[in-house]
């Protein structure tokens, strides 16, 4: 059975993370490195990586993933605000790799102003600068599949396929799909059979081999809406 988790706060510290997955009863853990609403990043220190690694170690947890800033915008066609997202991913996947965290989540970005077409190579071209500048480092960038809100790209598995076609690293590349998401999206899972048919559709563009992370949830709003809101599983 896949190993089964949560997102946890690290509030006192990266360590309660973890305490409080191992707590709840999880095999493994998601958390943000820094605060999701700002550029700035302190420091990591070193006795904050040794607790950190000590507690997963300690505790059994495994498998640890991150989830990047949502200030984060790789499609973004504002020259300013796209070199600050490539440099804020970095930093992202470097603190991930302190942490021994093997992939950072991240939100593909939304084109506003260009287009869909244009926005998918602009998230392309910027990581394959985060990667460039990050020659060496383990942990993966996991692309998230969106509900497709405004000008979001990553509703269509398509995107994240194409996204990936046109990076020089695709190997350091996986997805993170989320079912509130996919279903807000249009892709439907209310039964077994509906459910099968969305994972052939993702097997067949992006391959479930790239599938690295699971965000489970309900959805409060209808299939096909393309609202994120999320609901509790069952509720």
């Not at 305490?19 to 904050?48: H, M, Y």
């Not at 505790?59 to 993933?65: D, S």
């Not at 497709?148 to 590349?173: C, K, V, W, Y």
């Not at 079912?179 to 509906?194: D, P, R, V, W």
Request: aromatic letters at 6%.
């Amino acid at each position: 059975m896949p190993p089964l988790g949560a997102h946890m706060s690290i509030a006192g510290g990266y360590y309660k993370a973890v305490e409080a997955a191992s707590k709840a009863g999880c095999d493994c853990v998601q958390l943000f490195t820094k605060n999701n609403n700002q550029w700035r990043a302190k420091p990591i220190t070193e006795a904050e990586v040794e607790q950190f690694r000590g507690s997963l170690k300690e505790l059994g947890v495994k498998q640890p993933v991150s989830h990047a800033s949502y200030l984060i915008n790789l499609a973004s066609p504002d020259d300013e605000l796209w070199k600050k997202s490539i440099d804020a991913f970095v930093i992202e996947l470097q603190r991930a790799e302190q942490l021994g965290i093997f992939g950072v989540v991240v939100h593909p970005g939304s084109y506003t102003t260009s287009s869909e077409e244009q926005g998918l190579k602009r998230i392309a071209k910027g990581l394959n600068e985060v990667h460039k500048q990050t020659r060496g480092i383990a942990a993966q960038c996991l692309l998230e599949n969106t509900a497709g809100q405004g000008s979001n790209l990553g509703h269509r598995f398509e995107h994240l396929a194409a996204i990936i076609d046109q990076t020089r690293d695709p190997d350091r590349l996986g997805v993170c799909i989320d079912t509130c998401h996919a279903f807000a999206a249009g892709y439907a899972m209310e039964t077994e059979k509906e459910f099968k048919a969305t994972v052939r559709q993702l097997n067949q563009t992006v391959g479930l081999a790239k599938v690295k992370a699971l965000h489970l949830n309900d959805s409060k709003k209808p299939l096909g809406s393309r609202v994120d809101r999320h609901e509790h599983i069952g509720r």
